[in-house]
């Protein structure tokens, strides 16, 4: 019997680091060594090149990491994809194996005490799995009697509101729409997923001001745009294929500004991989003008750059906005100019930790083009004022009309590679009144109105035993969330905890009272269903939906998919139901065909998701029409900067990724972009800093985060001084994870301020 509670936190130990050289540019060669390197390892080159030939291609499966969109048009032969890309899919299609011996052989308890590089690398899981209340080890269950179980369990809750249905953004179309189907057919809205603690902040302030929680620019538009601004994002590493879209821009005559804490060599100097005669050169300049600001500066600045235009503008009347735009497209914009005359300069500048000169040489590349292209990630969205940022980025696109035209637009870069498909299935505890109408007419039952937790607001529930089911659709949950302990915890009180997986990662191990791993197949393989091969479907983050077929057998003959998987359970769990789940998830065609009938946009679903390339969602920002915000209009809106105060021994801290993980999939212990190697327990800090705490390189510090009159620790990281704002730290997640407050969390949005955490340091014993 198992008693001691298993470690919710990677491991407090290092592994030998290694600091070189930051190199001078990103991509190239090196990424290619470093991606066949993984290949090699973990799948074998020919099983590796022969996932390398259809990854991202038009008749091959999309690649499990990111959702940056591919060319519409040609796509590179064996090529069209990224370093992080050919790491994700060595990582699915790995040779190792999680077996039942395997987890018969190795505790909870033992291996909970691994890093999660060490729980990623035991490889896939090969049969479901079940862990009894009081057992030290997993043990094989049937597939029958692990849908029995849950369905048992959720049929014995007091409420349906008592059970959470989480998904992950890998989940397909197909799987997601029947997901959300089941959750509601059982009663609940409780349909939380990684938006909520990602870009949630952009879905909110993108609706409210343009009509819709999607980015608005194509591919092509990087072709056409003056200048592209991006700030708070590091595609690099976390999206390295948009870098081959602002190398285009430049080849044009654009411009690029670059708005980060931290100078990211992927957006500094770019080597076209695609091109071995690049290979061995100085590489391409992307940014032409990089403006280094603090921490969550960035409203601040914006605004600062707005009221530089406005006075360019009446200087010149007419030579920087667009008044016909404004005039006739927008709401509220005399209310705008007169926020901005109620700051001062001076009043905002030392949020930014910029000089005015700094801005004002950006802000005349603003001033000086018309077609603008705005594209973010977590550096805006993971803050409490995270919707203000999204708002302002909108605020200044409107002002030079840069919305609804070819070369400008909003760029929100999403994360997983269906995680934008996910919400549009219906993923999302807040639905529409028209959607779960579609529904009802369809499916001919009463959809619950009630609107259902997030991710904060489930994890709050289920550690206050209001919820008391967990059931997970993919992704690593409790690496992934905010406040480690806290969550642990939330997931110890559940009675049961379910997680539909391809590999074994830490949330497996922090479980509750009984526990269900459920393995599903990878993107990558043949999915076969009363002997037909079926084909599933994502959306990247441009809104083009296409297919994605596997092609290699799966790891275990045990393997079922998504969509069988959820029709397990729902045949296990609903007595009434008139739904036929088994015929639904025996011919996915079937599948499509009702998201057909209840979801705007699909029209012709079947058909036209079998031509070249997929097609492209209605996107009424695209279109210039903003019809459906609650003015008629594209609003200017009012917005809030940092109320962060620091103490003088107070710095702000950010997590962020290294280059060797996604997400919370750690492929190596590499940043190599930052020179740091062969170790993760670090933390970034200025060299004036370094020196003004007495500190030197590598030693050792706690990490302290103050919240109200809350405290939490993080224990043993190494110093290393870095070219960071004064004042400001980073540190990668999820080894920081246990320092951000469940509590601290964007306005309306409800994202955890990941990139907003308020801490101290003192020197480890």
Known sequence: MSTKKTNAQPPEKHTGINLKKIPAKAVGATAIKSALKHIISEVGITKGASLLKNMNQTYGFDCPGCAWPDPDEKRAFLAEYCENGAKAIAEEATKNKVSPMFLATHSVQELSEWSDFEIGKSGRITAPMLLKEGNANYEEISWEKAFTLIGDHLNNLKSPDEAIFYTSGRTSNEAAFLYQLFARQYGTNNLPDCSNMCHESSGSGLSQTLGIGKGSVTLDDFNHADLVIVIGQNPGTNHPRMLTALSETKKKGGKIITINPLSEVGLMNYVDPQNPLKWFGNGQKLTDYFLQIKINGDVALLKIIMKLMKQKEEERPGSVFNHDFIKNQTHGFDDLMENLDSYSIDQLLPQTGLTLEEIKKASELIINNENIIICWAMGLTQHKNGVDNI??????????????????????????????????????????????????????????????????????????????????????????????????????????????????????????????????????????????????????????????????????????????????????????????????????????????????????????????GGFYLPNNARKGDFSSTSTGRANFTLNKTSDIILRDDQFILMTIRTHDQYNTTIYGLDDRYRGVYNERRVVFMNPEDVKKFKLKKLDKINLISHFQDEKRIAKYFLVIPYNIPKNCMATYFPEANVLIPIKNKARISNTPASKGVIISIEKSN
């Not at 289920?462 to 997931?491: L, R």
């Not at 110890?492 to 526990?515: D, E, F, M, P, Y």
């Not at 990247?540 to 069988?564: A, D, Q, R, T």
Request: proline share 4%; hydrophobic share 35%; charged share 25%.
């Open 391 to 612: 708002r302002e980025v909108v605020n200044l696109l409107l002002l030079k009309g840069s919305i609804g035209k070819k070369g400008a637009g909003t760029c929100p870069v999403r994360g997983h590679s269906n995680v934008q498909g996910d919400r549009t299935m219906g993923i999302w505890e807040k639905p529409k009144l028209s959607f779960l109408n579609a529904l009802e007419k369809e499916f001919k039952f009463n959809t619950p109105k009630k609107h259902g937790y997030d991710v904060v607001g489930a994890i709050e529930a289920m550690h206050k035993k209001k919820a008391k089911v967990f059931i997970a659709m993919g992704g690593n949950f409790i690496s992934a969330a905010p406040d480690t302990e806290f969550t642990a915890s939330a997931m110890r009180n559940c009675n049961l905890t379910v997680h539909v997986s391809t590999k074994l990662n830490r949330s497996h191990l922090i479980h509750g009272k009984q526990a269900l791993i459920l393995p599903c197949l990878g993107r990558s393989e043949k999915d076969v269903q009363n002997g037909i091969e079926q084909f599933i479907s994502v959306e990247n983050s441009m809104g083009i939906v296409h297919k994605s077929k596997g092609h290699l057998p799966p790891c275990s003959s045990l393997l079922l998919s998504e969509p069988k998987i959820i029709a397990g359970i729902a045949e296990k769990t609903l007595k009434n139901t008139k739904v036929n789940w088994k015929k639904l998830s025996s011919n996915y065609d079937l599948i499509r065909n009702k998201i057909e009938a209840t979801i705007n946009g699909f029209e012709n679903y079947n058909e036209r998701i079998r031509k070249k």
